[in-house]
């Protein structure tokens, strides 16, 4: 699986972008995170988004507005750390340790993410938090899987050493934009 998660702030033309990205093939879903943005700036860019790729958005906040536009997925966060009432489409949550993962696997999301597995593009100073050994047990314990997504330094050409590590895919943010 391969999510791409949008800039924090917008950009011009950045509903253009996104929509090159949902023509690939090999980009499943794009995660709408904007953490500053207010709920009619993030409804403007869903709305300039065609609707058919609706199915592949996940939002990081106003995760009503997923449930408005009838969007793939939210996204769980500090701001916004439950589903909302009624929500049935898919559940995702970042996660930033490996016993936070092995907690986290017991619930019933779609995907987690696993992070700083690389040393950040778009986060100065955010080191990359795990050795190759210790991603590697986590894998041999079943902890890391098809159901956890690479995310913190990934790059487009270090996909094919993220599946080598487990991961069931990767979450790419600095790469993508750059």
Known sequence: ?????????FFVAENTAIKKYLERPDIDFIHIRKPNATKAEVERLLQKIPSQ????????????????????????????????????GAVSISCHSIAELAERRKEPFAYMSLSPIFD????????AAFT????REAHEQGIIDERVMALGGVTFDKLSEIQQMGFGGAMILGDAWK
């Open 53 to 88: 790729y609706y199915n592949r958005l996940v939002l990081h906040d106003y995760h009503e507005l997923a449930q408005q536009y009838h969007l793939h997925g939210v996204h769980l966060n500090s701001r916004n750390p439950k589903p909302p009432k009624g929500w049935l």
């Open 1 to 9: 699986m391969l999510i791409i998660i949008t800039l924090p702030t």
């Open 132 to 135: 190759t050994a210790e991603l």
């Open 120 to 127: 950040s593009i778009s986060k100065q100073g955010y080191r």
